[in-house]
């Protein structure tokens, strides 16, 4: 087999059988096929996408080139939720917690800071002692003990999405449907799962804009979930302004560990419903309720009894963590300098650029300039104000974080164009949720994949 | 400026600029921008095309990526020819002196065989002690003398077309209509022309297949040419038969040389057409014919008159190739086997598949099955019938020259594949010479370059 003739075949139009799917992926996984070769293929697929066929050999070949986790809790259910990404995104620290007390085994595999979206092992570093680098065999073991852990990618897991995934990055092929979906679908049935959730975000503060793209993509994955014998639902959400009040690393920890306590707030009430609707398919998919409705029924109840939060303090001690932050979380609360962002006329909040707002939190010292470089743990924001709301002129919009005042002039200017306050109440605030995918209405969704895949 | 926006740039649909093609052009010759990314950017050409604008500034970057020739002939100006390549294609070897009998400079730079299809190169090795690796200053000197010479691409020259090429190979980014005319223009503009003629050609024995495709690429040719200022003119030649009475290398030469010295076949009046109708364009561009049509009789004027033997021969010995060859051609055709082909049934030459039969010439020895590999002066094909003609069972079709009897079997078959037999006599024969892409035209040909490009 020559990877011209499969560059050729997929440029042409054609479809390339499993076998040749699998000498591409295993080829680029062990550096035998030269990367200008994998760059036109993969640039082909991006203007002919991948049939159904091909995108579930291409996930499956990508998942089988590293291990792949298997069950260590014994008659628990493994299940894991995943989202393409927002600001202010904290639904892991409720989920994850919420269905492990379910009785679920929840083997999550998170990243870091992505473009202008936080990223969660950077929050959970801002615990002091917290693990991610956590190797299989420790991973299994957490999880036996306390049902979920959150950790980051290892060397021995899907090795063809390192490979593949720097490769998209350099040679303009990342914004491919059918390659973003290989690459997370891939590292999400690595973890052995027996049901997925995922929340596939749209809207200004997303990585997919638009609607329609959000629904392809997600139909995509559903039905690549499915063809992997992985029952997958996916939830489309509006990711318009940030998922409840905070944005940031530790300011994000302890915003759920308020939550996990029972402290509402009407500005994360976004945040809360969100995590209870994911968490309730988590159950459903997890076996451990009849319908989505009784798993995020019971996701509620574990969360109002405390027993999310058991399971939230039992895994930060199993990873390492100190459990102490759970007591009075606002306490460890300490950047070196805030600012208070005000508006600068009054009426109500009608739009945000979500995407700006995200690079301001991340200008503010949460996110990264460039590779390896650390990351404030108390930068952030904190919103007074969220869509629709009225504000007047002089009142605080949200509350600045950084190490110090030197760093809120480019935040500041990034709010200044991002949030937009008008005189009359707008009426188009996007809905949280937008709609479910699953697979009884995922082909539907799909779009014809040989123009759009 | 980095490589990965421009290929999101081309990859969305948009133009790159001028100094943008020139970052990624230099960046190619100077193994500046890594081949990964220079694949994905050609992959996004091979689906979105270039402009004119694009495809002008690509070709004027790929041919200042090294050495450009300057006339050294003083007064006398500078044309050339060049074939997209056929079977029996051996125009060089008359156009070329044809042209410097008449006053003109031809610095023609030629290839060895490709695929179905044989090389001048290797045509011109069959001619003892004839050198056709010239440096540029050897070149011009020979140009200075005789006029004319015919030599291979040196390392100097259009370094970018060599990187870009190898990397088009690899890749499936061959073809292109833009990246074919870019690579095919910058070699031809850094020989420094006045004037040029392309004969483009389509058919079963060409490259490209369908005419439409070549008006294409021929319209594309002459903008880009005359972009460059340099006036250029494409004639569409139909390549659905072998070109003259011989396919090879040395019985190639001698058929030139025959047609040179005045001797008629009716087998091989295509070959003599052709010949006239493009070096009367030579002429014409060169400025020593007001009308294409005044170039086609001063040009059969100077073949007629011994002329362009004259200079065939005085190029031959500049090169220091033996001119002696020239008296007696047909003495030095010394094969070491030969079998004929016969009819197996009488009828009328249908039609033929002409690249099989490329390929049979190939397999008798012409060509190489791998780059390096010595070739065959004396393998090819004479073929004793054409399309239309009628034939009776038993007469031979064509005769077939090798090394050894052992190298018959493969090209009989592939012969007996190739040329049909039937009947009833055939109207569909195609013409020789369907169309003329000038300056004048050109625009009305070109597709869509967007789509096609």
Redesign the interface.
């Known amino acids: 087999m020559h990877a ?1 003739d499969l ?2 075949k997929k ?1 042409d139009g054609g479809e390339l059988t499993g076998d040749e799917i699998g000498f591409l992926v295993t080829g680029a996984a062990q550096s035998l096929i ?7 293929w ?3 697929v ?2 002919r996408g991948l049939s159904a066929a091909e995108l579930n050999a291409m996930t499956l070949a990508m998942r089988d080139s590293g291990d792949v986790l298997s069950s260590h809790r014994s008659g628990h259910r493994r299940v894991d939720k995943h989202s393409t990404g927002g600001v202010g995104d904290k639904t892991s620290f409720l989920v994850a917690p919420i269905a492990a007390a379910a009785g679920l085994a929840v083997p999550m595999i998170s990243g870091r800071a992505l473009g202008h979206t936080g990223g969660t092992l950077d929050k959970l570093d801002s615990i002091h002692g917290y693990r991610t680098d956590l190797s299989s065999q420790e991973m299994a073991r957490v999880i036996d003990e306390v049902g979920a852990c959150i950790v980051g990618q290892t060397e021995s897991l899907v090795p063809a999405d390192r490979v593949l995934y720097a ?1 998209r ?5 990342v914004e491919s449907p059918a390659l973003i979906c290989a690459s997370i679908m891939s590292k999400k049935l690595a973890e052995g799962l027996d049901g997925l959730v995922l929340d596939v975000k749209t809207g200004s503060g997303a990585f997919l804009k638009n609607r329609a793209d959000g629904l392809h993509l997600a139909s995509l994955m559903v039905q690549t979930g499915h063809a992997a014998s992985t029952p997958t639902v996916a939830v489309l959400t509006s990711m318009d302004q940030p998922l409840g009040r905070f944005a940031g690393n530790w300011v994000e920890i302890q915003e759920s560990i308020e939550l996990l306590k029972g402290e509402r707030h009407a500005l994360n009430e976004d945040l809360r419903e969100l995590s209870l609707v994911l968490a309730g398919w988590m159950l459903h998919l997890g076996d451990v309720a009849q319908t989505q409705d009784e798993g995020r029924n019971r996701a509620e109840g574990l969360l109002e009894s405390g027993a999310a939060i058991e399971s939230f303090a039992a895994m930060l001690r199993a990873q390492g963590g100190d459990a102490g932050v759970i007591d009075e979380p606002a306490r460890h609360h300490t950047p070196g300098a805030r600012k208070e962002f005000l508006a600068s006329r009054s009426g109500f909040v009608a739009t945000m650029n979500c995407e700006q707002v995200g690079w301001a939190v991340q200008r503010l010292g949460a996110g990264r300039k460039r590779a390896g470089e650390i990351v404030d743990p108390h930068a952030g924001l904190e919103m007074h104000a969220k869509l629709g709301m009225r504000v007047d002129a002089g009142q605080p919009l949200c509350t600045m974080f950084a190490k110090s005042d030197t760093l809120f002039a480019e935040p500041e200017e990034l709010l200044t164009q991002a949030i937009v306050v008008i005189a009359e109440h707008s009426a188009t605030i996007p809905a949280l949720i937008q709609q479910t995918v699953t697979a009884d209405n995922a082909r539907q969704f799909r779009q014809n994949q040989n123009s759009t895949g």
């Open positions: 011209i560059i050729r440029r030269p990367e200008e070769e994998l760059a036109a993969l640039m082909a991006f203007f490769l990055d350099r040679t303009g092929t």
